[in-house]
C-alpha cells in the first residue's frame, strides 16, 4: 500500500489525534477549576432547564452518542446518575470496571482509553484511585474526560451537586450563581479532609461565589496545612465552634481504603467529631446537614441526623442526575468552543 493510502485508511479508522495542545478537549471536565464562574452559573442553569424538559423531548438530544464509564473504584451514586443522566438525554452508555475487564489482566489506563476510542466512545467518564489519573486519560485519548474522583484530589460534579442543593436551601429560587451569590454563608466540611476530593473541589469551588468554608477534624485527617488550600478556606478543630458559625455542614466518611496505616482511636473521633442529634440541636439547630456518601452510620453521623428534617443527602443524590445531565451535554456539544 502507498504511503497515502496508509495515511488514508488510518484516516479513516481512527480519527486523527488534535495538536497536543493543553486542554486537550474543550468538552472534558476534571476540575472544578475548569469552569469559570459564569460557567459554572451557565451549567445550573442548564441543568435546571433539562430536568424540566419533556422527557421525550430530552432524550433527543445526545441521541445515540456514546459514553463509557472506566469505574476503577466502586461507586453507587456517582455510577448510577452518570448512567441516567446520560440515557435521559438519549445517549448509548457503556460500563467498564476494573473488576471485569482486561485491566484485570494488566492493561494500562491508557490502553483502555485508546481502546474505548477506538470502540467509538465520544466521551469517557472516569472514576481512578491515583490523583491525576483524569488529566493522563485526556492527553492519551483527547477526548472528553468527566473526572467522577481522582484518588484524593478532586470530584468536579460533587461539589456542583452539592452547590445546587446548596443553593435550593440557602437560596432559594436562585439558578445563576455570581462572585457574591454565597456571601454570608459558612460551609463546615467536617471529618476526613486530607483524603476527600469532595472537600478538595467543595474548597475550590465555594468560596469562589462568596462561601466562607471552615474545614474541621483531628490533625491526623486534616493537617495545619490545609487551611492554606484556597482563599476563603479556614481551619476550625472545635466542631460544636463549627458549628455554631455554619448554615450548612458536610459531614465525611473516614476513607478507610486510604489510611495507609493511620491509626485513629475511633471512640475519641466520634466523641469529638460525630454528629449527633443532640450536639446540632445546641449548636446548629437550623443548619443543612450534608453528606456525599456513603454514610457510615454511627460512625461520623447517627442515623437519627440523617434521617432528620435538617438532612439533604437524598436531595443531592437526586441532584446528581441533573447535573450531570448538564456536565455530559457539555462535554459532547461543545458549545462555548473552549472552556467556559
Ligand atoms: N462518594 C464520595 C467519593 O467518591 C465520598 C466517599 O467515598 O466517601 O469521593
Known sequence: MTPTATAARRTLFTPPL????????????????DLSVQGVSRLLARAAELERMDPLVRDRIL?????????????????????????ALG???TLVSNLSSSIEK???????????RALGAEAIIL????????????????????NA?????????????????????????????????????????????????????????????????????PVQLLPDLAAHAAAGVAIERNFDAALGQSQAVMMLRIQAERLSGLQLDLDEYKASYQLTGQRLAAHAPAALVMHPGPIIRGMEITAGVADGVQSAILEQV???????????????KHENGGRP
Open 106 to 116: 494488566g492493561e494500562s489506563l491508557k490502553d483502555t482509553g485508546l481502546t474505548l
Open 149 to 217: 474522583g481522582d484518588g484524593m484530589h478532586e470530584h468536579p460534579t460533587q461539589a456542583l451537586l452539592d452547590l445546587r442543593t446548596l443553593l435550593a436551601h440557602l437560596r432559594p429560587g436562585v439558578e445563576g450563581v455570581d462572585e457574591k451569590t454565597l456571601s454570608g454563608v459558612t460551609v463546615a466540611i467536617v471529618g476526613d479532609i486530607l483524603h476527600s476530593r469532595v472537600a478538595r473541589s467543595n474548597m475550590l469551588l465555594l468560596p469562589r461565589l462568596g462561601a466562607r468554608v471552615l474545614l474541621c477534624g
Open 18 to 33: 488534535p495538536e497536543p495542545r493543553f486542554p486537550y478537549n474543550p468538552g472534558s471536565m476534571l476540575s472544578v477549576l
Open 318 to 332: 437526586t441532584n446528581g442526575v441533573a447535573i450531570r445531565m448538564a456536565v455530559i451535554e457539555r462535554a459532547l
Open 91 to 93: 445517549a448509548d452508555t
Open 127 to 146: 472514576r481512578h484511585n491515583s490523583s491525576g489519573a483524569a488529566w493522563l486519560l485526556e492527553a492519551s485519548t483527547r477526548l472528553p474526560v468527566i
Open 63 to 87: 441521541l445515540k452518542r456514546r459514553l463509557a464509564l472506566l469505574f476503577y473504584e466502586s461507586s453507587t451514586r456517582t455510577r448510577t446518575s452518570f448512567e441516567l443522566a446520560a440515557k
